[in-house]
């Protein structure tokens, strides 16, 4: 079973940015989509960005458009989500994900702390 790995949670002040970071833990790998969810406590992981594996194609949830980038490196198996001008309400664990074919978000990682002090 392929597992995810995520990096790069800490504690930022807003307007800040950080960088997180997942990687796969097999090299042959190869998703249809990867993605980016986040919850907080009480409530449900909720979607926020997408990138479509060997397409590039992004999508992302309205409220971090503009703000938050995703990127993959398809030799490394990795994927990104760089987040700029954090706001309070941006704090949450994130989750990286991957979905088959099928559209089923089948792969989690184990999250990671994002905390946007105000």
């Known amino acids: 079973q392929v597992q995810l790995v995520e990096s790069g949670g800490g504690l930022v002040q807003a307007g800040g940015s950080l960088r997180l970071s997942c990687a796969a833990s097999?090299?042959?790998?190869?998703?249809?989509?990867m993605g980016w969810f986040r919850q907080t406590p009480g409530r449900e992981r909720a979607f926020v960005a997408s990138?479509?594996?060997?397409?590039?194609?992004?999508y992302y949830t309205d409220a971090v458009k503009g703000r938050f980038a995703i990127s993959r490196d398809t030799a490394k198996n990795t994927v990104s989500l760089q987040m700029d001008s954090l706001k309070p309400e941006d704090t949450a664990v994130y989750y990286c994900?991957?979905?088959?074919?099928?559209?089923?978000?089948?792969?989690w990682g184990q999250g990671t702390q994002v905390t946007v002090s105000s």
């Open positions: 097999e090299r042959t790998f190869s998703p249809y989509f």
């Open positions: 994900a991957a979905a088959r074919s099928n559209g089923q978000w089948a792969i």
């Open positions: 990138i479509h594996w060997s397409a590039a194609t992004t």
